[in-house]
């Protein structure tokens, strides 16, 4: 079985950081999606702003749910893994982890609820056969249903043991 959880590495960028040279809270949440865009592309072959701009159709952000366990620091290396844990008709929940570069510390976790959304008619919009075929393709559901402050949980004992 393929592993559906993907993962790619970048380094910290200086204007990403507070004067403390941690990275700013909010930028967790650009590398980890930035991160999913082109492990996208790279893994599945699924260009999301190509699609958005041949379709009229993208995802937009219903929900973000992040904790943070260590700061990640201006550059340092990072390991950023995502997945698909979940998807309806028309919305996707997918988790990101930062991690150090060797996947020893966790730095952030976070979810992210995206509806499918048409550009022009400005509601959201049922996901098609193809992209439902794509999507069980690349579903990697948790062992069982938590709630994000579980996941959270487990995550950080995890983190606490490695």
């Known amino acids: ?3 559906k959880t993907l993962e790619s590495k970048t380094r910290i960028q200086y204007q990403d950081c507070d004067p403390f040279n941690h990275l700013n809270n909010s930028k967790y949440i650009d590398y980890i999606m930035a991160a999913r865009t082109e492990q996208l592309l790279d893994h599945y072959g699924f260009n999301v702003s190509d699609y958005a ?3 009229g159709i993208g995802w937009v952000t219903a929900q973000t749910q992040i904790s943070y366990f260590q ?4 550059m340092e290396v990072v390991t950023i893994q995502s997945r698909l844990i979940h998807f309806s008709e028309s919305s996707l929940l997918v988790e990101g982890l930062m991690w150090d ?5 966790l730095k952030s976790a976070m979810w992210v609820k995206l509806v499918h959304f048409n550009i022009q008619t400005q509601k959201s919009h049922k996901h098609s056969e193809a992209l439902l075929e794509l ?3 690349m579903h990697s559901p948790l062992q069982s249903h938590v709630a994000f402050d579980e996941r959270m949980k487990s995550l950080r ?3 606490l043991t490695t």
């Open 101 to 105: 570069e060797y996947k020893t510390k």
């Open 1 to 3: 079985m393929e592993n």
């Open 157 to 159: 004992m995890l983190n």
């Open 53 to 55: 701009y041949k379709q």
């Open 71 to 74: 700061p990640a620091s201006w």
């Open 135 to 137: 999507f069980n393709k």
